[in-house]
């Protein structure tokens, strides 16, 4: 192991019932970056875009000493820690060593629910007759992603997924931390309120301000104080996790909800016909994810934020489902020929595909079948498969011509699926 090993913790000294792992790579794209530049190894790196508005997508430890966090705005990172390396983001390398990690779980169960492109839950309660009790599959899976990809991770084992989420927080980097069942309540109340799931800054003042600051105290307070605090679904929940209970399975196949693409300019855009492009290769993009996940779309939305910070969305459902980037931009011009006038300052915009289902799913075929949408969809299929061959830029539309430039210039890894662009950590 390169970096100090921080070894197993067992807490109360066994790991009965704790089958439940969640694995996190440690400041995963910053890693996979030091495998390829191990001059870099031992000082503060950060991954993320370096323009005006970059953001902080993933940074090492030693940056992390400095205060860089990621999600940071570049610039205050920089203020942070001037003598950080900053490296562009390559997600397409990053998905690559995503899959290796991925394929290092399946080897010790099929159980595996990925969260994010470097984190997943397994559930190994059937692999132990295989790998041993849970604390040494868990060491063994820590051995062997590092053996085969060279990166480390930090594993939480425990009897829920909320306790081993919360273990391999705890244990990082490149540690792990396995509370047995019966320690799940002690290992809980030890903790402070904030660290429940869903317990915000607001959330953790009001309890603070009557007198609720650990998770003991909260599992103590009368459920009818903390619903008159926060509401009775929120009490309960939190009561429920104070208590340790949370009957969430490992989900192995976590359909998409949507999928989306969005993009922060480095400098607002008036121009209707430039939003249009990147609409265009927005829908491109999602629907080349959608096909490759093998679903289809009902609904395309499109969502702008003007230069005030003021955020509108507007979305259509599509007369049949579809994957077809052409499609989709159709959908989505449309919308945004409602939502801009020319000359109206965007600071982001963003297309996103909901309703999905898996293509060729019965259910999803509609009313009638235009054939033109088809062969539109062959030809995408094919730049799927050049793509796959010869890289993302091998075929795309003329209208996205000269694009390419100002995007990379933009923030770097601003195109987190489904999500706002935040970092990995
Ligand atoms: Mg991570």
Redesign the pocket.
């Known amino acids: 192991m390169s970096r100090k090993d921080l070894g197993a913790r067992l807490v109360g000294g066994d790991d009965a019932g704790a089958t439940i792992l969640h694995v996190?790579?440690?400041?995963?794209f910053v890693a996979v970056e030091l495998l390829e530049r191990p001059e870099l190894v031992g000082r503060p790196v950060v991954v993320g875009g370096a323009g005006g508005r970059g953001v902080v997508s993933s940074a090492s430890y030693e940056a992390r000493a400095f205060g860089v966090r990621s999600a940071m705005p570049m610039a205050r990172a920089l203020q942070l820690c001037p003598h950080a390396v900053v490296l562009p983001g390559r997600m397409e390398r990053y998905r690559r060593a995503s899959a290796e990690v991925m394929a290092v779980f399946a080897d010790f169960t099929p159980l595996v629910e990925p969260l994010s492109i470097?984190?997943a839950f397994l559930d190994v309660s059937g692999a132990t007759r295989l790998f041993g009790s849970p604390a040494e599959i868990a060491r063994r899976i820590r051995a062997e992603v590092h053996a085969r990809t060279g990166l480390t991770c930090s594993v939480g084992a425990a009897s829920t997924k909320f306790v081993a989420k919360l273990a391999s927080g705890k244990c990082k980097p490149n540690g792990m931390l396995v509370v047995p069942d019966a320690e799940t309540v002690p290992f809980l109340h030890a903790l402070p309120v904030g660290a429940l799931w869903g317990v915000g800054e607001t959330t953790e003042r009001k309890l603070r301000s009557r007198g609720v600051s650990t998770v003991h105290e909260l599992a103590h307070t009368p459920e009818h104080v903390l619903e008159r605090l926060l509401g009775r679904a929120m009490a309960e929940r939190l009561a429920d996790l104070a208590w340790g209970r949370d009957a969430r399975e490992v989900v192995v196949e976590r359909r998409e909800k949507s999928v989306s693409h969005e993009q922060t300019f480095e400098v607002d855009v008036t121009s209707h016909a430039e939003l249009e492009r990147e609409v265009r290769a927005q829908a491109d993009a999602v629907g080349a994810r959608l096909r490759r996940a093998g679903l289809v779309a009902s609904t395309v939305a499109v969502k702008l934020r003007w230069a005030n910070f003021e955020t509108v969305t507007r979305q259509e459902r599509l007369e049949r489902p579809s994957s077809t980037g052409l499609v989709l931009f159709r959908a989505a011009a449309r919308l945004l020929a409602e939502l801009h006038s020319e000359g109206r300052p965007v600071r982001l915009i963003g297309v996103r595909a909901d309703g999905l289902s898996p293509a060729g799913d019965a259910t999803a075929v509609t009313l009638w079948d235009e054939g033109g949408d088809d062969d539109w969809e062959a030809a995408e299929q094919t730049v799927d498969a050049a793509t796959a061959r010869f890289g993302r830029d091998a075929l795309r539309p003329a209208s996205l011509l000269g694009r390419r430039e100002r995007r990379d210039r933009g923030t770097g890894l601003s195109e987190r699926p489904n999500r706002p662009s935040q970092g990995?950590?």
Do not use: T
């Open positions: 996190d790579m440690d400041a995963f470097d984190e990995v950590d």
